[in-house]
Structure formats: C-alpha cells, structure tokens
C-alpha cells in the first residue's frame, strides 16, 4: 500500500530556518499536504501543493516537491517558539483516501 | 462558527464495553473519516464516508462499526471487539470531490481499563 515516510526529530534555534522532509511511495497522488498538531489538539491543515505543482510559497512557508524523486518539504522560514509542534506530511489518492507520515516533532529552542 | 466538534475531549471505559465516540461538523462537507493515533505515531484511517449512507472500511478497521445517517455526523462506536482501544480518536472531514484537504476536530481520547 501506499508509504509516507518522514524522520522523527527536528531540533533547530529560534530566527533559523527549519527544513522538514518527506518521501512518499504513491506515484498517483494528487495532492500532498502538510499539517501542524500542538500537543493535545486535532491537526490543522497548514498547506497543500497539488502534484503538478514543484513549488508554493505562503509567507514564512515554502513547499518544494521533486515528483520524479517523491520527495516532499516544508520549509519554515524564521522559525519561533511557538512553531514548536508535531509536522505531518499527507498525500491523497484520486479517491479521497489520504495516508498521512508518523509525523516530525519540531523542537525550537531559544 | 463553524468546525468540526467531538465529544467528550476524555472518555473512560471498562474493558468489554462498547462506546460511542461523537463527531459533528456544521462545514456542510461531504467526506467525513476516523482516524486512530497512538503515541509517537502517525494517523491511522480507520473509516471514512464519502457521501451520507455511505462508509468504506480503511486500514485499520476491526472492532469499530461507523454510521453515516446524516451530512453532519458520522459517530464511531468502538466495540468490545477491539482489542487495544485505549487511543487518541480524531473526526475529520472534507469537501470531497477534488478537494482533499481535511479539516480536524479536537480529537477524543478514550481510555479502556
């Protein structure tokens, strides 16, 4: 079945920027995702690329996906204390079914 | 406002009880799903219902039973049968068509002793 795969553990200094990376195995996904969850809470949907995208920026979020080598990764500029959470990365398939990683814990340190 | 709610945010069991986990959203989507977590893990997709009256079984569905009778809600009952219940549940739901990204309740976690 279907694969996403992330590493487990980010730590980096507050004002640097954070680089989270994913790979993923489904070569018909059509949308990928990343999602936040603080301690506790639900997952908030933080940015979404669609597949024939290889980039998208939003503010301090930057989404670089190399399709050929399904590869996926969030970068956070500017990274704060309160970015401090659980990152997942997510994929769909054309039937709606998302896989989602087990998650990368971000630790920003002051 | 609207969103996503689940209800209790703690719930306690004995084991060989079942129980109903709820979830409602008011966001008039058509996808709804169940997600288990445990710790130091990613979601696992227990159910999800693409339409009302409508469910399909996802990776992980043994020991669970969902409805679908209303747009709005899409409970989860977690059945004696399931042998380690003790989870973090998390309600999500969609747009549905194209428009995959899902939107997340608090999560309820239930505890079986």
């Known amino acids: 079945g279907e694969d996403v795969e992330q590493s487990l553990f980010l730590s980096v200094r507050e004002g640097d920027s954070s680089v989270i990376n994913c790979t993923y195995t489904?070569?018909?996904?059509?949308?990928l995702y990343w999602y936040k969850q603080e301690p506790g809470a639900g997952l908030q949907l933080l940015t979404y690329i669609f597949s024939n995208m290889d980039m998208k920026q939003d503010q301090r979020l930057t989404v670089l996906l190399n399709k050929k080598d399904k590869h996926l990764s969030l970068r956070i500029a500017d990274t704060q204390t309160g970015d401090s959470a659980i990152y997942f990365c997510?994929?769909?398939?054309?039937?709606?079914?998302?896989?989602f990683g087990d998650g990368t814990t971000l630790t920003v340190k002051p | 406002d609207g969103g996503i709610t689940q209800s209790p945010k703690y719930l306690f069991r004995k084991e060989g009880q079942n129980v109903t986990l709820s979830c409602e959203q008011n966001l008039n989507h058509d996808a709804m799903y169940w997600y288990r977590q445990d710790p130091g893990q990613g979601l696992r997709l227990i159910y999800y219902s693409q339409i009302v009256n409508d469910f399909q079984k996802g990776d992980i569905a043994e020991g669970y039973s969902v409805s679908r009778e209303k747009k709005e809600s899409f409970p989860l009952t977690v059945t004696s049968a399931q042998k380690n219940p003790t989870a973090f549940y998390l309600c999500a739901s969609s747009m549905g068509g194209r428009i995959y990204e899902q939107y997340f309740g608090p999560g309820t976690r239930l505890t079986v002793t």
């Open positions: 489904d070569s018909s996904s059509t949308y």
């Open positions: 997510a994929e769909s398939d054309n039937a709606g079914k998302s896989t």
